[in-house]
Structure formats: structure tokens, C-alpha cells
Nanobody
């Protein structure tokens, strides 16, 4: 049974940093595409960053240069380092795992989702 457990969310002031973690069990993070998504109240869930089985990363324009996605294969954990946070980054952040090494655009192809961790950025 695959489980994804996120942690690391919290409340910070604008300009601050947070690191989200997604610990996987029953799933090998090194092999497959994984991603971070977020959903703000009243808005659709959106892709934030992805990393495929070849460790190639992709970022939404809104976070490019501020966020970094990475995998620790030894710990079987996915991370999202978030720097220079802005109030518009406030959302529930979800970790997701695909069934393929390549990442499809948007929410497609992700078979497993974590429960989410809240990030709140105040101005």
C-alpha cells in the first residue's frame, strides 16, 4: 500500500522560507515522476513543481527561481524548498506520485496523493 505523508508546512512572514517533506512508503521515489501541487481556497489545484524519474525538474512560472524540488533516494523522500515566500503562495500543498517515470502536464497521471500540509504566508 502506497502512503505519502507530507510535513513541514506552517505560517511564515513574506520573504521567509519553508521546506516541505513528503515521505513515501510502498513506493520508490527515485523511479517515478513526483510532484508538488497546491490549492488555495476557492481555486483549482495547480501544479507547483515536478521531478521525473531522470531527475529532470519543472516549475510553475510563479515559483521559478524561488522553489526547488528534490528527491532523497536514500530516505525515499520528496522535498520542496520554498524561499522568498509571498502571500500568494498561501495554500494547502500536496505531494503526488505518478505511475510512470515521465511527468504528464497538470494533474493527470498521478495515482497517489498525500493528505496535504498548510502553508500560510503573511504580509
Amino acid at each position: 500500500q502506497v502512503q505519502l505523508v507530507e510535513s513541514g508546512g506552517g505560517s511564515v512572514q513574506a520573504g521567509g522560507s519553508l521546506r516541505l517533506s513528503c515521505a513515501a512508503s510502498g513506493y520508490t521515489v527515485s523511479t517515478y515522476c513526483m510532484g508538488w501541487f497546491r490549492q488555495a481556497p476557492g481555486k483549482e489545484r495547480e501544479e507547483v513543481a515536478t521531478v521525473n524519474g531522470a531527475a529532470i525538474t519543472s516549475y510553475a512560472d510563479s515559483v521559478q527561481g524561488r522553489f526547488t524540488i528534490s528527491k532523497d533516494n536514500a530516505k525515499n523522500t520528496l522535498y520542496l524548498q520554498m524561499n522568498s515566500l509571498k502571500p500568494e503562495d498561501t495554500a494547502m500543498y500536496y505531494c503526488a506520485a505518478a505511475g510512470s517515470w515521465y511527468c504528464q502536464p497538470g494533474l493527470y497521471g498521478y495515482n497517489y496523493w498525500g493528505q496535504g500540509t498548510q502553508v500560510t504566508v503573511s504580509s
